[in-house]
C-alpha cells in the first residue's frame, strides 16, 4: 500500500484553471464515495477549497492508482486529461505526508500560518471517516495531522502576526480599539483589496460594514456577498459622521477625502475618534488628515512595515514548524512498520489473558474459602507477571515488524508461543505474498533489463 497526493493548488494552477476543480460542499460525500470504487483506491480524503483541490489516497499500485485519481477528476469535472496534466501535482510517501503536515499547519497556504486551512481539512477528514472511505492508515496520519496542527499554532507565534496589508489593517485597529464587535466600518472601494478587507474585518467581530464605491452596482455586488450594506458614493460624507473605522482602497488618481470635507464632519462628530486606513496607491486619503483631532491616519507604508516585519516573524516560526513535521513523519513511519506486528501482539495478550483468567479459576475451586481481597491480590499478582513476562516479546515483535523478512519473522513468534491458529494463517499468508511479490519484482527487473540490451 502507498499514500500518494494528486491536485493543483494556487502555486501550481492559476485561478481561472482552479475554478473549474472545485467540489462544490454538497458534492464532496458523492465524490470520495465514488473514488473509493475504483479499484486501486483504498482509502482517500479530498480537500476542496479555493486555492486547492486535493486528494489524498492509499493506493495499491503507483501508476494505477496515480492514472485512476487524474481519469476521476477529469471525468468528475468535465475537463480532458491533457488540459489537467501541466497543472497537476503528485507527491508519493514521504513527499505526500508532507505536504499533507505543511497544508495542515499553514506553511503551504497563501497567507503563510492562516488557521483557517486546519478546519476545512479536519471537516474533510470528518467527512471521510464518517463515508468510511478511511481506513487504519489514513485515521492516524489525519488525526497525528490535525494535532500537529494545533500543537505548532499553540507553540510557536506562526499565526501571530499580519502578512497581508488588508490583514495588518485590521490588526493595527484591533491593536488601537480592542474589541470591534460594536464598530463601524466604512470600506471605500469595491476591488480585491477591499474584498479582502471585508472579510477580515467580518473574521474579527465587525457587526456593521458598509462599502462604498463609485460604481453603485460593484457596491451592492460585494456587500451582498458578505451580507452587509452598500451605500453611494454621494453619501459618503453623511455616513463618515458616525462610523470609527474607515479604509480606502479605490484606483483614483487623485485624493477622494481632503482635509477640508473632512474637518466640518469631524466637528459634528464632537470629538469622536475617527481611524484612516490608506491602502490605494496612489494615495485616497490627504495626508494633512493627520492634522485634524482625534484623526489618526495610516497608509501602504505604514502597514507594509507591519507586514515585512510580521512575515520575518512567521518565517522563523515556519522553520520550527517543520522540523516538528518531520520529526512527526518519522513517528508515522515507525507506527506503520508496527501493524503488522499489532495482530501477532493482541493474539500474544489475548492467549496470556486466558491462562491467567483459567488459572485463577482453578486456584478458586481449589481454594473455595479465598475471600474477596484474596481473589483480588491474586488477580493484581498474576497480572504483573503476566504484564512482565510480555513486555520483552511486545518489545521484540514491533522491532521485527520494521526489520527485512518481518513478516517471517513474526510467523516465527507465532509458532514459538502457539497463538491463535488464524492469526498464524494471517502471517504465513502474508509471508507467502511478500516471496511471491519479490519473485514478480525480479522477474519485472529481469524483463526490463532484457529489453533494454
Excluded at 126 to 131: E, F, G, P, V
Excluded at 331 to 340: A, G, N, S
Amino acid at each position: 500500500m502507498h499514500i500518494i497526493k494528486v491536485g493543483i493548488n494556487y502555486q501550481t494552477a492559476p485561478v481561472n484553471f482552479r475554478e473549474k476543480l472545485v467540489f462544490a460542499q454538497q458534492d464532496l460525500k458523492e465524490a470520495m464515495t465514488q473514488l473509493n470504487e475504483k479499484n486501486s483506491v483504498l482509502e482517500n480524503v479530498i480537500i476542496s477549497t479555493c486555492n486547492r483541490t486535493e486528494v489524498y489516497a492509499v493506493i495499491d499500485q503507483w501508476h494505477t492508482g496515480r492514472d485512476d485519481i487524474i481519469n476521476f477528476l477529469a471525468v468528475w469535472f468535465n475537463v480532458d486529461e491533457q488540459e489537467i496534466g501541466p497543472y497537476i501535482q503528485v507527491a508519493q510517501s514521504d513527499a505526500a505526508i508532507d505536504h499533507l503536515f505543511r497544508v495542515t499547519t499553514g506553511l503551504n497556504s497563501m497567507v503563510l500560518g492562516e488557521t483557517q486551512i486546519l478546519g476545512q481539512v479536519r471537516d474533510a477528514f470528518l467527512t471521510a471517516q464518517k463515508l468510511q472511505v478511511t481506513g487504519t492508515l489514513f485515521n492516524e496520519l489525519f488525526k497525528q495531522a490535525i494535532t500537529l496542527a494545533k500543537r505548532a499554532h499553540r507553540s510557536t507565534l506562526i499565526s501571530e502576526h499580519a502578512v497581508s496589508v488588508s490583514y495588518a489593517a485590521v490588526e493595527l485597529v484591533k491593536e488601537m480599539l480592542g474589541d470591534l464587535a460594536n464598530k463601524q466600518v466604512v470600506i471605500i472601494g469595491a476591488g480585491e483589496m477591499a474584498e479582502l478587507a471585508i472579510q477580515n474585518f467580518h473574521s474579527s467581530g465587525v457587526k456593521e460594514i458598509i462599502v462604498v464605491n463609485r460604481t453603485f452596482e460593484r457596491a451592492k455586488e460585494l456587500a451582498s456577498r458578505f451580507g452587509v450594506q452598500a451605500t453611494k458614493y454621494d453619501e459618503l460624507h453623511g455616513k463618515l459622521t458616525h462610523v470609527d473605522i474607515v479604509l480606502s482602497s479605490t484606483s483614483a488618481s487623485t485624493v477622494i477625502l481632503s482635509k477640508d470635507e473632512l474637518e466640518p464632519i469631524q466637528k459634528q462628530r464632537a470629538g469622536k475618534p475617527l481611524f484612516l486606513i490608506d491602502i490605494a496607491v496612489p494615495r485616497d486619503l490627504d495626508p494633512i488628515l493627520i492634522e485634524l483631532n482625534n484623526v489618526f491616519l495610516y497608509d501602504v507604508d505604514d502597514l507594509q512595515h507591519i507586514v515585512d516585519k510580521n512575515l520575518a516573524a512567521r518565517k522563523k516560526a515556519a522553520e520550527v514548524i517543520q522540523l516538528m513535521i518531520d520529526e512527526e513523519i518519522i513517528k508515522y513511519k515507525q507506527w506503520v512498520t508496527t501493524l503488522e506486528a499489532v495482530p501477532v501482539i493482541s493474539a500474544l495478550s489475548e492467549k496470556a489473558k486466558m491462562i491467567q483468567q483459567t488459572t485463577l479459576k482453578s486456584i478458586e475451586r481449589k481454594i473455595p474459602t479465598l475471600t474477596d481481597r484474596e481473589k483480588r491480590v491474586l488477580e493484581k499478582h498474576t497480572t504483573s507477571i503476566v504484564n512482565q513476562l510480555l513486555k520483552q516479546p511486545i518489545l521484540e515483535s514491533k522491532e521485527l515488524a520494521a526489520k527485512k523478512n518481518s513478516t517471517e519473522s513474526l510467523s516465527l513468534v507465532v509458532d514459538i508461543f502457539g497463538l491463535d491458529e488464524h492469526v498464524k494463517e494471517d502471517v504465513r499468508e502474508q509471508a507467502k505474498l511478500n516471496k511471491s511479490l519479490k519473485k514478480l519484482n525480479l522477474a519485472k527487473q529481469t524483463f526490463f533489463t532484457l529489453a533494454n540490451n
